[in-house]
């Protein structure tokens, strides 16, 4: 399930989970159900000029990305957290819509993998 077409690499997700396919699943599903609520603490930190909220909630949603190697959306999720960590929250919104769309790419692949 790697290649062309995938943003997920889910021999290196498998790998980290050790070959637990059920914990893999379980993952997924965590992962579905709280990366909206990251998604929008980042969409309020931008708003309230809140660079610790913007900070924290990237660095979370990034090391959620790592496990399923998703490196377009760690790198998007980075850059926001420096943004966050810095104060200089210019350019926010553009990383964060840039992020929303990667991130409904992601979960339509999240979400056919728990059909599996």
């Known amino acids: 399930m790697n290649g062309p077409g995938y ?3 889910w021999n290196a997700a498998l790998d980290a989970t050790g070959e ?4 893999l699943k379980e993952l997924v599903a965590v992962f579905l159900e709280e990366s909206p609520i990251l998604i929008e603490q980042i969409q309020e930190g931008l708003e309230a000029s809140n660079g610790p909220l913007v900070r924290r909630a990237s ?9 399923f190697e998703a490196s377009a959306g760690v790198d998007l999720a980075f850059q926001l957290e420096k943004l966050g960590q810095q104060g200089e929250l210019a350019g926010g919104d553009k990383l964060l819509a840039d992020l929303k769309a990667y991130m409904a790419r992601v979960t339509a692949e999240l979400n056919e993998h728990l059909k599996t």
Do not use: F, P, Q
């Open 7 to 9: 943003l997920i690499d």
């Open 20 to 23: 637990d396919t059920e914990l």
């Open 59 to 67: 660095h979370t949603l990034k090391g959620s990305l790592r496990i």
